[in-house]
Nanobody
Framework: VQFVESGGGLVQPGGSLRLSCTTSGFSFSRSSMRWFRQAPGKERGLVASISTFGVTYYVGAVRGRFTISRDNAKNTVYLQMNTLKPEDTAVYYC?????WGQGTQVTVSS
């Protein structure tokens, strides 16, 4: 099983990034997917989730700015992040069940 995140980087406040997490060896279409993030010195926390039926959930800090989506044909989950703030700086991980990716760094700074 592999979860591979990509799309992180350095962006100015107010900017946008789109994260991708491509999976293999995993029953993607039958699994809910989640994005987590971990900032320096803080615990890892849930950002957003999407069910097999496409039902989404967002934590309050990102609601209205982030959008989670999935493409079952590509075994990929996305996180579109708009109006980024410095407090969004973190390593972002995708996850499902007991599986995790290696993370991708997002830095929001001027």
């Amino acid at each position: 099983v592999q979860f591979v995140e990509s799309g992180g980087g350095l962006v100015q406040p107010g900017g946008s990034l789109r994260l991708s997490c491509t999976t293999s060896g995993f029953s993607f279409s039958r699994s809910s997917m989640r994005w987590f993030r971990q900032a320096p010195g803080k615990e890892r926390g849930l950002v957003a989730s999407i069910s097999t039926f496409g039902v989404t959930y967002y934590v309050g800090a990102v609601r209205g700015r982030f959008t989670i989506s999935r493409d079952n044909a590509k075994n990929t989950v996305y996180l579109q992040m708009n109006t980024l703030k410095p407090e969004d700086t973190a390593v972002y991980y995708c996850s499902s069940d007991q599986y995790w990716g290696q993370g991708t760094q997002v830095t929001v700074s001027s």
